[in-house]
């Protein structure tokens, strides 16, 4: 996947944020209805995120395609399932007055930390899988930037972990070339 065909996916993405940033003068009820839940129209809102959430973490996996077996699939249910997560946190924090809410993220950031900590493995002098558990780390923080309605810095934290996984990827092909 080309650096352009990426640009073009976080455009796509990100542009109903841009959008909604770049009003006049934004309607605060929408706004706070869109954030309290309970209608379709909300959920409408959490299923778009949700999406967002999901193609971000796919491309991540495009760009993280290694030997263990963590590619698109597994990074997409990741960003997928944290804004599942976040959704409902959030959802429950508003609309039930529930000030538990970051305890719920706090949780959800050690789960996966359990999960990478188990693909770390050390043969020899050489550590293995660091990149794959800090790649899905980052993945969480995205999918929860897209529940929480950031979708644009969700946007570029995907495209700043695509371009990190791009750099061992390069500097592998130049090792075997010489």
């Excluded at 129209?41 to 967002?52: A, C, H, M, P, S």
Aim: hydrophobic share 50%; with cysteine; proline share 3%.
């Amino acid at each position: 996947m080309t650096i352009k065909k990426v640009l073009g996916i976080l455009l796509l993405v990100s542009l109903p944020s841009l959008l909604f940033a770049l009003q006049a003068k934004p309607n605060l009820n929408e706004y706070s209805m869109l954030m309290s839940g309970g209608d379709t129209r909300t959920e409408l809102v959490y299923v778009f995120r949700l999406v967002i959430a999901t193609v971000l973490g796919a491309m991540i996996g495009l760009f993280h395609h290694r030997e263990q077996g963590v590619g698109p699939l597994m990074y997409a249910a990741i960003a997928s399932s944290s804004a599942v997560f976040g959704a409902a946190m959030l959802h429950g924090s508003l609309s039930l007055n529930n000030p538990y809410f970051m305890s719920g993220i706090t949780g959800l950031v050690t789960g996966i930390g359990f999960i990478g900590g188990s693909i770390i493995f050390r043969n020899e002098q050489r550590l293995m899988g660091m990149i794959t558990a800090i790649t899905m780390w980052g993945t969480v923080a995205v999918g929860l930037s897209c529940a929480l309605g950031m979708h644009i810095i969700a946007a570029f934290s995907a495209l700043i972990i695509s371009i990190f996984n791009l750099i061992p990827q390069q500097l592998q092909k130049k090792q075997l070339q010489e």
